[in-house]
């Protein structure tokens, strides 16, 4: 038997799996790392974290498999999204990686409107938004600029990553997409956008597709992790792209609903003609020549992840969630908003915080839970309505990410979408569409729809209950309406963060 491995660069821990040419996941392994948040609205990763991280999860899966080095073919990898890593001329990290949840660029994102105008649109097809790579870039270029000469090449997450395993630097197309310095549809970096805002177009580095094959891994690399030097490595692509590719959105109407840190909402796109205007972000796809649109909730899984270390260190996420089952959709009248970090989809916004709305006496720890897991789904909603208001069906969504391993909240998933929720057998989608692109890259497959058609297995199937759909819509419009009603308060607020 042969194997390929998958690597998900997230934003919580990295997850390795092994999986085998008949696409059963043989092992699987995660490593977890902090955030660094110095200030409110900063999000930071030491990337020296990720590659420990990742030695240490890919150890583990070949010592629990006790797969032979040799049969391991290929390896590929997904990542956190826009998230800068600044290297200078002897390949050394110059600062802690800034992040895609990281909001301190507003300033930045002004300028880049005000210097490219409608240009920024039509050239990278997505609005300045303070997640993506750009403005962060500008923000080290102003208020670190000793640490920015000394920059030679910037890369994101997962290109560290691959680099360190590989020593060759690349950067794929569906995540220098989420830079705001690629030319989305002609697929080359936008010399146009770097003259305009002062950046050396040098410090770009080389494109690939998520399908290239960028070498092999290094001798060192080989011991550390059991691995063969021989192993073939794949580009990868963006956590979003891979993950579309782990829950077959390849064609069609098809959608995926992640939930990681992040929540994302994501439809394919079979060319680059698609106008949404920038209301949703548009990529390029892991998949050669297409793209998908996607909203995206920067507080999701991490909302949850928040109200758990705060209200309820000592619970599971299973035992937490419990109470999912045997309270009403409302929690007895309580609403979240799940603003933690800002927002992005419908609302981008680095000021907003979140809400509970109608605390009452009687509300116990299950209703403020049921409430959290219910803000994060409303605003995933959002993304869905904007997708369907473009005129896609959105019937069915395929389900994936941390959030995907509890089946109450895939059920309300379903009742608040009004849409049929799919699970697959591993809700690892990201780290899965990494292994494929392995499997494609090895020639196991002609192409990634092949290859999804063996390795990807809807496990179960939540249909939405017509009733609660009912009271959910009622609900969700009063979630829609907390936004416009909070705004002005947190920004009075805002100082005294
Ligand atoms: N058993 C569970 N049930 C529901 N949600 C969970 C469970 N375990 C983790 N999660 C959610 O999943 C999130 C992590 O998802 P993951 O896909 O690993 O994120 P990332 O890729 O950003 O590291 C956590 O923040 C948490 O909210
Ligand atoms: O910023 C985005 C997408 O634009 C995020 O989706 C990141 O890519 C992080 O993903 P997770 O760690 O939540 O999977």
């Given at each position: 038997m042969k194997y390929v491995l998958g690597i998900d660069l997230g934003t919580s821990s990295v997850k390795a799996v092994l999986v085998n040419d008949a696409g059963d996941v043989s092992a699987e392994a995660t490593a977890a790392y902090p955030l660094i948040q110095e200030e409110s609205g900063y999000s930071e990763q030491d990337p020296d974290e990720w590659v420990k991280g990742t030695l240490l999860a890919v150890r583990s899966v070949m010592s629990e498999s006790?797969?032979?080095?040799?049969?391991?073919?290929g390896m590929s990898f997904s990542g956190q999204m826009h998230g800068l890593v600044l290297l200078d001329r002897d390949r050394k990290v110059i600062r802690n990686a800034i992040l895609w949840n990281d909001t301190r660029t507003t300033a930045q994102c002004r300028t880049i409107e005000q210097v490219l105008g409608d240009r920024l649109l039509t050239i990278t097809r997505n609005p300045a938004l303070e997640g993506f790579t750009l403005p962060k870039l500008l923000w080290v270029k102003e208020h670190e600029p000793e640490l920015y000469a000394r920059a030679d090449v910037f890369v994101l997450p997962k290109d560290y990553l691959r680099y360190r395993l590989t020593g060759q630097i690349a950067m794929d197309l569906s995540d220098a997409a989420g830079t705001l310095l690629l030319d989305v549809g002609a697929k080359r970096w936008s010399a146009e956008i770097c003259e305009a805002l002062g950046v050396d177009s040098a410090v770009c580095p080389p494109l690939v597709e998520s399908s290239d094959e960028v070498g092999t891994i290094t001798a060192q690399v080989a011991e550390q992790t059991g691995?063969?030097?021989?192993?073939k490595v794949f580009a990868g692509g963006a956590d979003n792209a891979c993950g579309a590719i782990g829950a077959g959105i390849l064609g069609g109407e098809a959608t995926m609903c992640s939930i990681g840190t992040s929540g994302v909402v994501l439809s394919y796109e079979t060319d680059g003609s698609a106008d949404y205007g920038g209301r949703v972000h548009f990529f390029n796809h892991g998949q050669k020549d297409a793209f998908y649109a996607m909203g995206v909730t920067l507080a999701a899984g991490y909302s949850l992840q928040w109200f758990r270390e705060t209200f309820a260190p000592a619970v599971a996420f299973d035992s937490l969630l419990a109470p999912l089952g045997d309270t009403s959709p409302g929690a007895k009248g309580l609403l979240f908003t799940p603003y933690l970090a800002g927002e992005r989809t419908p609302h981008a916004d680095a000021v907003i915080r979140g809400s509970f709305v109608g605390m009452d006496g009687a509300h116990e720890l299950g209703h403020f839970t049921r409430a959290v897991v219910e803000g994060i789904t409303y605003s995933l909603r959002e993304s869905v309505d904007i997708l369907r208001a473009s005129g896609k069906r959105v019937s069915s969504i395929t389900s994936i990410g941390g959030?995907?391993?509890?089946e109450h909240w895939l059920q309300l998933q379903a009742d608040v979408f009004g849409a049929e929720v799919v699970k697959l057998t591993t809700e690892q989608g990201p780290a899965m569409g990494a292994a494929m692109l392995a499997a494609v890259g090895c020639g196991w497959f002609g192409s990634l729809a092949e290859c999804a058609e063996r390795f990807i297995r809807p496990a179960k199937t939540f249909q939405p209950n017509a009733e609660r759909q009912k009271q959910y819509d009622e609900l969700y419009s009063v979630y829609c309406d907390v936004y416009a009603a909070t705004r002005p308060l947190n920004e009075r607020l805002a100082k005294f963060r």
């Open positions: 006790g797969v032979a080095a040799e049969r391991v073919e691995l063969s030097p021989a192993t959030g995907a391993k509890n």
